[in-house]
């Protein structure tokens, strides 16, 4: 597919947080990365508002495994709280993602480059991403690397059947990226085959739960730099 990237991304624990553990102070994640998790980590290899990142696919390389732990959550005023958080522990996935143009924003349409943001987004996969990557939370880093989409073996890769993993958070509807005025939550019922998940766009998802009312920020040529601007400028510091 055009505009596409592939790598890998892993790291000691991960916590993916289920929504519906956080209301007692505990946290639970996921079996799995939601689709949003994964849409932050490629925002952090490369993004910009004039392009929206599609995930298409991620595979599970090793074996779903859990670990508690006992924390300190801050308290700004003050306490001495206890609260177990359960991690995902040792993930490691390959994510397979592409870009299309924002075409909620209009005004941005001067910066739709399409060749120059591709090589932009493989030139900052290669070097690690832009911004810092963490899997689910800041306390949980993780480090990229660019890899062949579906090589390599997978602790599932035989399995030979579904996993369903029921109900989950697909994402959030965001203003700016859907034209709407406000913030909305997706959900959509996940499936686990030989590894693998299949992501559906999140225009596809029928199950919506709304947020807030919330107005996106409008962008100029003198507020945003341009793509060829920003890859002459990239194209500098690999030099130095």
Not at 124 to 150: H, M, N, Q, S, W
Not at 210 to 215: A, D, K, Q, T
Request: hydrophobic share 35%; aromatic share 12%; net charge negative.
């Amino acid at each position: 597919m055009r505009n596409q990237i592939e790598f890998e991304v892993f790291g000691d624990y991960a916590l993916f947080t289920d929504p519906v553990t956080k209301m007692g102070g505990e946290k639970l994640s996921y079996q799995v990365p939601t689709y949003q998790a994964l849409k932050g980590i490629v925002e952090a290899i490369y993004w910009k508002p004039t392009i929206l990142w599609i995930v298409d696919q991620v595979r599970v390389m090793n074996a779903i495994k859990m670990e508690s732990k006992g924390v300190r959550p801050i308290e700004y005023g003050g306490g001495n709280t206890l609260a177990n958080y359960t991690y995902l522990k040792s993930v490691r996935y390959q994510v397979r993602a592409h870009f299309v143009f924002n075409l909620h924003r209009p005004d941005l349409a001067f910066d739709r480059n399409e060749h120059k943001h591709h090589n932009i987004a493989k030139r900052c996969l290669k070097a690690g991403g832009r911004r810092d990557v963490f899997l689910g939370t800041r306390e949980c880093p993780g480090y990229i690397i660019p890899t062949e989409f579906g090589s390599g073996n997978g602790f599932y890769d035989n399995y030979n059947g579904v996993i369903d993993l029921g109900t989950m958070v697909h994402g959030i509807n965001y203003p700016d990226e859907t034209g709407g005025d406000r913030l909305e939550t997706r959900l959509w019922k996940v499936r686990l085959e030989n590894g693998y998940i299949n992501f559906i766009r999140p225009d596809q998802c029928e199950i919506l739960r709304p947020l807030s009312e919330f107005s996106p920020k409008n962008f100029t040529k003198d507020t945003i730099q341009s793509a060829e601007e920003l890859e002459k400028e990239l194209l500098i510091e690999g030099d130095e």
